[in-house]
């Protein structure tokens, strides 16, 4: 079956970092490029950043942009989400997900996503 | 304010049909693929509709999708009470240089 799980989040102060995992299960996950999308309560989804397969290629949207840091293991089948300067805007509902296979800018495969609140 | 605009609700009753749209400019929808997204209560968003109008293995052909120049469209037919949820549109904007997506529709089956 077809998994990704996140981990990760919880509670953390303004100005605070936190480090977000996707453990991703049953495809290759080398193949696939991967996004974090992010839902902050009661609104709707937000794009957070996008990286290639062979990590060649990476870009952020403009309100994480110079904070957070998408990497990935490819040996361990991880994607990871470094968060820094964390603010209270970006408290929300963080979802990894693949990238589909036909071309980069959908979504195939959703976590369940890992709560982060940025709160002192 | 969204990228993309999408009706805040729609509503119909069982086994009827609705459509939800999605607007954008040239630099999103009127120059990319469209996907569409459930989200029902409480769980993650799933992919119903990529490439406009393809569905992924696993959706029923009750749902369909459309695009005629900077709009594209989700079509719902004979609903259920569980198609309750909202629904995401997304695409590519080339000046922003990033996903976007609609702001969402809340589906009501009365």
């Known amino acids: 079956e077809v998994q990704l799980v996140e981990s990760g989040g919880g509670l953390v102060q303004p100005g605070g970092s936190l480090r977000l995992s996707c453990a991703a299960s049953g495809f290759t996950f080398s193949s696939y490029n991967m996004n974090w999308v992010r839902q902050a309560p009661g609104k709707g989804l937000e794009w957070v950043s996008y990286?290639?397969?062979?990590?060649?290629?990476?870009d952020y949207a403009d309100s994480v942009k110079g904070r957070f840091t998408i990497s990935r293991d490819n040996a361990k089948n991880s994607l990871y989400l470094q968060m820094n300067s964390l603010r209270a805007e970006d408290t929300a509902v963080y979802y990894c997900a693949r990238a589909g296979p036909h071309y980069y800018y959908y979504m195939d495969v959703w976590g369940k996503g890992t709560t982060v609140t940025v709160s002192s | 304010q969204s990228v993309l605009t999408q009706p805040p609700s729609v509503s119909a009753a069982p086994g009827q049909k609705v459509t939800i749209s999605c607007s954008g400019s040239?630099?999103?929808?009127?120059?990319?693929?469209v996907s569409w997204y459930q989200q029902l209560p409480g769980t993650a968003p799933k992919l119903l509709i990529y490439e406009n109008n393809q569905r992924p293995s696993g959706i029923p052909d009750r749902f369909s999708g459309s695009k005629s120049g900077t709009s594209a469209t989700l079509g719902i037919t004979g609903l259920q009470t569980g198609d309750e949820a909202d629904y995401y549109c997304g695409t590519w904007d080339s000046s922003l240089s990033g996903v976007v997506f609609g702001g969402g529709t809340k589906l009501t089956v009365l």
């Open positions: 990286i290639s397969s062979s990590s060649s290629t990476i």
């Open positions: 040239s630099s999103n929808i009127g120059n990319n693929y």
